[in-house]
């Protein structure tokens, strides 16, 4: 019977209207950006160590190790006729439900689904005079470090027509008849109370980097840190092998950047960003570097000669020595042997060049060389060529002239040997041979 009834109640219950949540600390939904917590200036010197400090108690994600014990929700209620505040039930994540009066035990009764569907309401079985006063629904996150609570102010009244809820600016105002059973409203569903998610799956950390002149919606990601391990690097080449973050950032929950060795290039604005999606936490803490020179360290001062005239006065400066800032420029005078190797490498490169011009003029000469006696056989070739084809002519066909193409001058002693070479060479009249004649000389025989 007495589950029967639960039953009827809790479907009054969802029959019934809720009441938003109104928070008093920080918000449990995630924010679209992050918040800037902390912004500072900070030096050093180029070539050390720069360690810019970000740590947060809230990133440890190792401490959500009973998630049972994690998320409460209690019931207050102060005023009334018992006096200062009292607790009257309060209930873990894990359903385990206290009920602190013994009167109380039977009455009061919280949803054992309260932390699957995010209501938090309050039942009473049957209202009383005494239950009058200010009621308060606290929800305590204790990972998350999340805090907040509902009022809600209870009447009881012998006037059914009065009974009834209505907003006073401030808070609810419930009204119901003695007897009867009162519903106070508590319903907050963000996934912070509902869910129970993976830490390590909601956690990120990342470092930004903005040069000089740079805004920050267009800053360089330096590096990614998730809570499951998984890191990336990006950033310039010359500062990605310079940084790092400790790999136990997320069980100590210090996500501090180390810069080793600093350098001039290195100066700019760096950002830690911290998301804990399942919290709702988006911090933001902003470091403007700035590098400065190293310190320079003075030489130890040297013996010098005084002059004896000159006691107590200051030393003449070295005019060997220039020195700008922290850079020593030192001028040593030219040795003997500096001269000696100097004049080594000119006579080098003199006999290199004398031996260089020694070939070339020895291949010249041998190729020259060459070519003349070539060009004489090929000389007499021709000529003894010409002697034999003149010849050839000469008894083969000695009634047929040279060519006309062929002129060869010749020196002749006197006019009739001249004539006869003319003749020699001119061609000689066509013979006219009459056949029809020579075959009857032939039939005649």
């Keep these: ?41 900070v030096s050093w010197a180029a070539g050390t160590g720069a360690v810019l400090r970000c740590q947060s108690p809230r990133m440890v994600w190792t401490q959500d190790r009973l998630h049972d014990r994690q998320r409460v929700v209690h019931w207050d209620l102060s005023g009334g006729s018992h006096g200062p505040a009292r607790r009257l ?40 005079e005494t239950d009058a006063g200010l009621y308060t629904c606290n929800l305590h996150h204790h990972y998350c ?33 003695r ?45 990614d840190l998730y809570a499951s391990g998984e890191r990336r690097a990006y950033g310039p080449p010359f500062l990605r092998d310079r940084v790092t973050v400790g790999a136990d950032a997320f069980a100590r929950g210090d996500f501090s950047l180390r810069i080793d060795p600093l350098e001039p290039a290195d100066e700019g604005t760096y950002s830690c960003h911290l998301h804990h999606h399942y919290c709702g936490l988006h911090e933001r803490r902003v470091f403007h570097l700035k590098v400065t020179e190293p310190p320079v360290v003075q030489p130890s001062p040297r013996d010098s000669p005084v002059n004896r005239s000159s006691y107590g006065s200051a030393p003449d400066s070295d005019p060997t020595l220039s020195r700008g800032g922290s850079v020593i420029n030192v001028i040593v005078p030219e040795g003997r042997a500096h001269f ?31 070519g003349g006696y070539d060009y004489s056989d090929k000389k007499s070739g021709k000529a003894k060529r010409k002697d034999v084809n003149m ?19 010749l020196d002749y002693k006197n006019n009739i040997l001249k004539e006869k070479a003319e003749l ?3 061609p000689l009249p066509a013979k006219n041979i009459d056949l029809d004649k020579e075959f009857r000389k032939e039939y005649c025989k």
């Design 1 to 41: 019977m007495e589950l029967l009834s639960r039953v009827l109640l809790w479907k009054l219950i969802l029959l019934q209207g809720t009441a938003v949540l109104v928070s008093s600390g920080s918000s449990g939904l995630a924010t679209a950006g992050s918040s800037v917590v902390s912004e500072a200036v």
């Design 89 to 128: 039930v309060d209930m873990y994540s894990a359903g385990d439900q206290r009920v602190y009066e013994p009167r109380d035990r039977g009455r009061l009764f919280l949803s054992l689904s309260a932390f699957h569907d995010g209501n938090f309401s309050l039942l009473i079985r049957a209202a009383e």
């Design 145 to 177: 470090h999340l805090y907040e609570s509902l009022a809600i102010r209870l009447e009881v009244t012998d006037d059914p027509l009065a009974a009834g809820a209505h907003w006073d600016g401030e808070k609810e105002v419930l009204a119901v008849v």
């Design 179 to 223: 007897g009867a059973p009162a519903l106070l409203t508590c319903v907050n569903r963000a996934h912070v109370w509902t869910d129970r998610h993976l830490e390590e799956a909601q956690q990120v950390v990342h470092w930004d980097r903005q040069p000089p002149g740079v805004p920050h919606d267009r800053a360089d990601r330096l590096l």
């Design 340 to 370: 000696f190797q100097q004049l080594g490498y000119v006579l080098a490169t003199l006999l290199l060049f004398i031996l260089l011009l020694i070939t070339v003029v020895l291949a010249t000469r041998k190729r020259r060389h060459r």
């Design 391 to 409: 010849a050839e002519l000469a008894l083969t066909s000695g009634d047929q002239a040279l060519s006309r193409g062929e002129d060869i001058q």
């Design 424 to 426: 020699a060479h001119s």
